[in-house]
């Protein structure tokens, strides 16, 4: 399974930006598709974003699209979340996960990832 580590998060005022980061201890992490998810107070888990292996195909949640960018660098083991115009309403914590197997297509529940990382908390303040 691949570990990974979130980081990026933090305090910000309502409509700035934040990039958040998922680093792989792997090699292998090409082979994974990954995503990310949040989860605000009281609230369930959400679906943000998901991207393909290679980065070539990428999924939004219908209420994510617009101000949120996924994206990957395989060179790096590493996989971004760009927010943009930040809400307070995006408060959450945010998990970054590879998926279980080297799908081909762009998994998109939580059952389809096998390797979750701890999460970076986002706190955006109006």
């Known amino acids: 399974q691949v570990h990974l580590v979130e980081s990026g998060g933090g305090l910000v005022q309502a409509g700035g930006s934040l990039r958040l980061s998922c680093v792989a201890s792997?090699?292998?992490?090409?082979?994974?598709?990954m995503g990310w998810f949040r989860q605000a107070p009281g609230k369930e888990r959400e679906f943000v974003a998901a991207i393909s292996r290679s980065g070539g195909g990428t999924y939004y949640a219908d209420s994510m699209k617009g101000r949120f960018t996924i994206s990957r660098d395989n060179a790096k083991n590493t996989g971004y979340l760009q927010i943009n115009f930040l809400k307070p309403e995006d408060t959450a914590a945010y998990y970054c996960?590879?998926?279980?197997?080297?799908?081909?297509?762009?998994?998109?529940?939580?059952?389809?990832?096998?390797?979750w990382g701890q999460g970076t908390q986002v706190t955006v303040s109006s």
């Open positions: 996960a590879a998926a279980g197997s080297n799908y081909y297509y762009v998994p998109t529940t939580s059952t389809e990832f096998g390797s």
């Open positions: 792997r090699r292998t992490f090409s082979d994974y598709a």
